[in-house]
């Protein structure tokens, strides 16, 4: 299939600035596979149409204010943005990007917050993604963060955000994303703890999102396109319940791409669900055999990006496509602080 293939026309008014407010007064666009209905309900009845013996499964991953601004010994200013953590000991090392590159040198030196914080640029990579040494004077590097980072918006959103709270979801945990699993984001703790009491079993993945899922597709052919390695975790609590929930003939529900990619991922690399953890750069198109799970809830996402590719290879390239106008003639709202679907 062709990247063309996977284009929409969207009006820009209908790309959310802000999030909604309360999380679960969103609007949900439930896509029913086998009949092909399409309803369109409020977030908070997700409970209408999920069953007992469900099960529910969350990227508790969370999202790192990881946006930095450094001046370099010779009072250059240049921006970086944390991607991925390579080595966790004392002077954590983190792939970054950084702009403007040219002053962004292998062995230039920055300090961060007035000197908060100093990293070195200790290589420059093929893709000119830099690797950056990082040293502090505090309890941790993520309390330095938290002192003097920005959380990294999306570039659609130009609108500054009054609580970054809000770009994390209400279940985040393990601190390491530079994007948030944005399905996840409108849920509330009043409205989980509903949908355990209807029967619904919940699950907790990792997987740390980099910004690699959201590069654009530059290959004609979407085969050629190559995936940026993501780190995650599947503990032996989730994929009990995992093997559980389909041995009893429950759903498996992906709270988004990313609970997908690391379902598919433990499947692929293991044949059953079992506790690990490890890197994935798993590239999901239509055509792809799913092992392991029934349904997704999803935002709506980019025109020509890998996660329409999933959604597609979920639901179908043609249905997808058709909801995906359905949903600009019904004006949903599109992308992180968007509204949803649920495939099921």
Same mark, same amino acid.
């Given at each position: 299939?062709?990247? $063309?293939?996977?284009?929409?026309?969207?009006?820009? $008014? *209908?790309?959310?600035? &802000? /999030?909604?407010?309360?999380?679960?007064?969103?609007?949900?666009?439930?896509? @029913?596979?086998?009949?092909? !209905?399409?309803? @369109?309900?409020?977030?908070?009845? %997700?409970?209408?149409?999920?069953?007992?013996?469900?099960?529910? %499964?969350?990227?508790? &991953?969370?999202?790192? /204010?990881?946006?930095?601004?450094? %001046? $370099?010994?010779?009072?250059?200013?240049?921006?970086? *943005?944390?991607?991925? !953590?390579?080595?966790?000991?004392? $002077? /954590?090392?983190?792939?970054? *990007?950084?702009? /403007?590159?040219?002053?962004?040198?292998?062995?230039?030196?920055?300090?961060?917050?007035?000197?908060? *914080? @100093?990293?070195?640029? %200790?290589?420059?990579?093929?893709d000119g993604n830099r690797v950056v040494r990082f040293s502090y004077d505090a309890p941790s590097f993520y309390a330095v963060l938290d002192q003097i980072g920005e959380m990294p918006l999306p570039h659609y959103i130009t609108e500054e955000l009054e609580d970054p709270d809000r770009y994390n979801t209400v279940y985040a945990e393990h601190a390491g994303s530079a994007a948030a699993p944005t399905a996840g984001l409108h849920f509330t703790p009043e409205l989980l703890q509903r949908i355990e009491d209807s029967g619904v079993k919940l699950g907790y993945v990792t997987l740390h999102v980099g910004l690699g899922t959201f590069r654009p597709v530059k290959s004609e052919n979407i085969a050629d396109h190559v995936m940026h390695a993501e780190h995650y975790a599947m503990p032996e609590e989730t994929a009990q319940l995992l093997r559980e929930t389909r041995t009893r003939g429950g759903r498996v529900i992906a709270v988004g791409t990313t609970c997908v990619r690391t379902l598919e991922s433990v499947m692929a690399q293991h044949g059953s669900m079992q506790a690990c953890e490890g890197w994935t750069d798993i590239f999901i198109y239509p055509g792809f055999e799913f092992k392991g799970l029934d349904g997704l809830l999803t935002n709506f996402h980019l025109p020509e990006s890998t996660l329409i590719m999933l959604v597609s290879a979920i639901y179908g390239h043609e249905k997808t496509m058709h909801a995906y106008r359905t949903a600009v003639a019904e004006e949903y709202r599109f992308y992180s602080f968007g509204d949803c679907m649920l495939i099921v």
């Open positions: 299939m062709k990247t $063309s293939d996977f284009y929409y026309d969207l009006p820009e $008014s *209908l790309i959310a600035q &802000t /999030p909604v407010e309360p999380r679960d007064s969103s609007r949900m666009m439930v896509l @029913h596979r086998d009949s092909e !209905q399409i309803d @369109h309900q409020i977030f908070r009845d %997700i409970g209408d149409v999920l069953q007992p013996g469900d099960c529910l %499964i969350l990227n508790n &991953t969370k999202v790192l /204010p990881a946006r930095l601004y450094g %001046i $370099s010994e010779t009072g250059a200013r240049v921006e970086f *943005l944390l991607l991925n !953590q390579l080595d966790e000991r004392d $002077s /954590p090392v983190w792939e970054c *990007l950084a702009g /403007p590159g040219k002053k962004a040198k292998a062995g230039s030196k920055f300090s961060f917050g007035e000197g908060i *914080l @100093h990293g070195e640029v %200790i290589e420059v990579r093929d």
